[in-house]
Each structure stands twice: as structure tokens, then as C-alpha cells.
């Protein structure tokens, strides 16, 4: 049984891009020693980055090295997952796989890994100061214990949600996994108003970042529902209202709404696009 105080076995990372490196920079911060982790890179520059930051060698290529990692956690595009999998599936039959690709079912995961204890996360990229959100799906062959191995990694990143359904980790990624750019573009696009209403760029920034920040940990804190929070702002013939009522004749609820499906479907797509390749 594994559980919050139990020392994290050996994990081995397939990929050492952005994600890698949230992940892995959660667990140093819990105490994992950087030799207990092995890493797959092909890039070099992103094996010296891990290096640099974190202590940590990666491998340019999979290795018999791979096979002592009791966690395999999959960090590399959809475009690359089959090809990745066919590289360091002969080293990983003993691990728990967890993949944080976009898309890619565990149906082809099991398929190229000959396994079926096979979770797939969704995780953000607030994992990186951890404050991450992450939606986690595990296939039916996956025990209690490993899903708390996955729970105790995933947890050194930020918080986490179990969904039942594999479908609904398209959801996951259309909300949370894509949702720091909505906020980053939102909030370029705020902090250009201000400039154009003549605040500075740091004033502006300032006001907009603090802004988000401040709403959204009173959304977090509140008992009431956002409708009521956003009513609170909204003064009958103030400027709250003027504003709302110009987002509402523009349509941007729905139109931001039609831009979540457009990531969902595109979640779908990947799966199916690159999750068909038997890799043998
Ligand atoms: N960036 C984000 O906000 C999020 C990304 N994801 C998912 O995480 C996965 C990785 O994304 P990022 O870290 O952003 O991409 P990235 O491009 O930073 O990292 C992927 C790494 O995989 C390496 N790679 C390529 N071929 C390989 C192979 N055969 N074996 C091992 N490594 C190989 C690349 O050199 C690259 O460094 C993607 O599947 C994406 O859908 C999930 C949630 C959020
Ligand atoms: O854009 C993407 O495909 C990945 C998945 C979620 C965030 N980034």
C-alpha cells in the first residue's frame, strides 16, 4: 500500500520536454533524488536544461536502464507516442505507465505496451510552481495502490480530479490543460486596453494579473454561485454593466464556449489520427 509517506519508487520519464519537467521538478521538491530518475531526450539541449535545473541525466535514447522505473510516465507529443513506444516498450514491461499526451487512448497505449496498467493524466502548466490542475482516467487493470503512486506524484504539482470516463479526459484537456492560454490571451488582451487607455505596460500588467488572481481565488473561497459573484460587481447603470452588456451583444460567452469544443474535437482527433499506428 502506498500511501503519503511511503519513499517514491524509481521513475523513468519518456520525453524531457515542458511537462517532464514540471512533473519531475515536483518531485525533487519532494525529495526524490535526481538518481532516481531516468529521463529519455532525444534533443540535446533539453537534456542539458535538465540537467542544469534539476541535477538530473537523461539518455538520448531508451536503455535497459529504463527497466528499474516502477513508473513510466509518457511526456512526449501524440505525433511521437507510437514511435516513442516502440523505442522503450522493451524496457518498460514491469512499470505502471502514466501518459500525459493529449488524445492518445490507453486502448492504443495498452495495444504498443502490452500492458494494461496504463493511467492517463491531463495535467497544466501551473504544475511548474505547483498549482497545477490535473484530470486523471485509469484503465479498469490499474490497482488502488497504483492509483495512489499516481495521486502521490501527480500531487507534488498541484491539485488533481479522477474521471471515470476515458471520454471525458477531452473535457479535462479542453478546460484545464488547455486553459492557461485562454487566461494568457485574455489577460494579453486586457493589459492592451489599459495601454491604450493610458496606463503603462507594468501598470497594466499589474492590475490584470492581480485581477485574475484575486477573482479566482475568491470563486475558489466562495459558497455562492459565479452568477452571484459576477452580479456583485455589477452596479444597475455602471460601468460593470456597460461592459458586460458589450460582451453579451458580441456574443463572447458563446463564441468562447465554440472555442472549448474546437479543443475538445481536436483532443479526439489526436487519438485518432496518431493513436492508430500498431507499433509492433
Ligand atoms: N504543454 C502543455 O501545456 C501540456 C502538454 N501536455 C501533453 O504533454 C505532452 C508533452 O508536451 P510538452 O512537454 O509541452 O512537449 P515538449 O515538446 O516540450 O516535450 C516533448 C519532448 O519529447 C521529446 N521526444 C521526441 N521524440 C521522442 C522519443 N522518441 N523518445 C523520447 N522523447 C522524445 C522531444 O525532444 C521533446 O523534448 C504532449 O503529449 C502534450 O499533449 C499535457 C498537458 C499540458
Ligand atoms: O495544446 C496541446 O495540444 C497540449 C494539450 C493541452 C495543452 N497543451
Sequence with gaps: MT????PLPPIAFIGGGNMASAIIGGLIRQGLPAGQIEVVEPFEAARDALRQQFGVTAQPAATAALARAR??????????FSEA??????HTAGALHLSVAAGIR????ARWLGSERIVRAMPNTPALI???MTGLYARAGVTPAERALVEQVVATTGAHLWVEQESQLDAVTALSGSGPAYVFYFLEAMVQAGVDMGLTQEQAQQLSVGTFVGASELARRADEPLDVLR?????KGGTTHAAIQSMEDDEVAQRFMR????AEHRA???GEEFGGAASG
Design 3 to 6: 500511501d503519503s509517506a511511503s
Design 130 to 132: 505547483g498549482q497545477g
Design 71 to 80: 513508473l513510466v510516465v509518457w511526456a512526449v507529443k501524440p505525433q511521437t
Design 106 to 109: 490507453s486502448d492504443s497505449m
Design 85 to 90: 513506444a516502440r523505442q522503450a516498450a522493451p
Design 268 to 270: 479526439r482527433e489526436l
Design 259 to 262: 472555442a472549448l469544443d474546437a
Design 231 to 235: 452580479q456583485r460587481v455589477t452596479s
